[in-house]
């Protein structure tokens, strides 16, 4: 399957493969790039499905959902040692 899809500043990739039994265990790899570099890598397994499209579409809703979540995390909010300017 293989397919290639940008999301927000994120590349997410089908690795899927045709079980011998015919059917399509859900799987996608999920890249953020700093430039040329990767920056992180996630791996997701999903369920198995009976068509190559729901397994496509099921891992392009995960993959989507867990780009939103990373985007929504606001990385400037950890606690620090710093005291608010007043």
């Known amino acids: 399957m293989n397919s290639r899809n940008a999301y927000q500043g994120y590349v997410f990739t089908d690795v899927s493969t045709r ?3 015919g059917r399509y265990p859900a799987r996608v790899a999920i890249v953020s790039l700093d ?3 990767t920056r992180s890598q996630r791996f997701i397994d999903l369920d198995i499905y009976p068509t ?3 397994a496509l579409d099921r891992l392009t809703a995960a993959a989507k ?6 985007t929504d995390k606001d990385r400037l ?10």
């Open 65 to 70: 959902r867990w780009i939103e979540r990373e």
């Open 35 to 37: 430039g040329s570099r």
């Open 52 to 54: 190559q499209e729901e």
């Open 77 to 86: 909010s950890l606690p620090t040692n710093f005291s608010e300017f007043q």
């Open 19 to 21: 079980t011998e039994d």
